[in-house]
């Protein structure tokens, strides 16, 4: 069983920024790929960033060059460093994990609002 318990979320001006962190609480947290998804007012979940057990990342058009996914495999955590902040980053921001098997696990989410 995994658990995903999500910080660092809070109020940020635009042009700021913040870092997301998930912290894993199951074993074999270096084989799953972990992720961070948002939802905004008003709009659908969205897929902001994954990165492979190897390290390889992948974004979403409207945050590349200022949002960065990495993980620490000793820690258990994985990260979501966010610059650059704009309104429309405003969300709802979930962590997920997905095991080589398949299993999907998802954070509480956390809030993350941008505005002067």
């Known amino acids: 069983q995994v658990q995903l318990v999500e910080s660092g979320g809070g109020l940020v001006q635009p042009g700021g920024s913040l870092r997301l962190s998930c912290a894993f609480s199951?074993?074999?947290?270096?084989?799953?790929?972990m992720g961070w998804y948002r939802q905004g007012p008003g709009k659908q979940r969205e897929l902001v960033a994954t990165?492979?057990?190897?390290?390889?990342?992948k974004y979403a058009d409207s945050v590349k060059g200022r949002f960065t996914i990495s993980r620490d495999n000793a820690k258990k955590t994985a990260y979501l460093q966010m610059s650059s902040l704009k309104p429309e980053d405003t969300a709802v921001y979930y962590c997920?994990?997905?095991?080589?098997?398949?299993?999907?696990?998802w954070g509480q989410g956390t809030q993350v609002t941008v505005s002067s």
């Open positions: 997920y994990s997905r095991s080589v098997t398949g299993v999907d696990y």
């Open positions: 199951g074993s074999l947290f270096s084989l799953y790929i």
């Open positions: 990165i492979t057990s190897r390290g390889t990342t």
